[in-house]
């Protein structure tokens, strides 16, 4: 899990998403973690759905900007966009559509994230 943390790290940096957005998406994956719902398989889709999720919500992207997401983390995490935009609703109700989140759970990520950089 930790390396996928930083797979997102990484590709959220490349598409110059916010420290915030990053420490969102890393709620989300923990929250799917500690409800059980992460396996071999599914992980990666996870971790991606979360990022866009994440991205989403935080940002005013424009359709290329989303596009240009999508494209990174499907060649980053090696799925193919279809099941990545299918999955994306999987998450969304196992998160129980709470992508707004209280600044308590988002802060830790966001300062370990930025004292990083």
Do not use: W
């Not at 997102?8 to 490349?14: A, D, H, T």
């Amino acid at each position: 899990l930790p390396s996928l943390k930083r797979e997102m790290r990484n590709l959220s940096e490349e598409c110059s998403l916010e420290p915030v957005t990053v420490s969102m998406a890393y709620v989300y994956f923990e929250k799917l973690v500690l409800q059980g719902k992460l396996n071999k398989q599914n992980r990666k889709l996870c971790a991606g759905a979360c990022v866009l999720l994440a991205a989403k919500i935080s940002s005013d992207l424009r359709k290329h900007e989303v596009k240009h997401l999508i494209d990174k983390l499907e060649e980053r995490f090696r799925f193919n966009r279809r099941d990545l935009i299918g999955f994306e609703f999987t998450v969304l109700v196992a998160l129980e559509l709470a992508l707004y989140l209280p600044e308590n759970q988002v802060l830790p990520h966001y300062r370990r994230l930025t004292q990083q950089s």
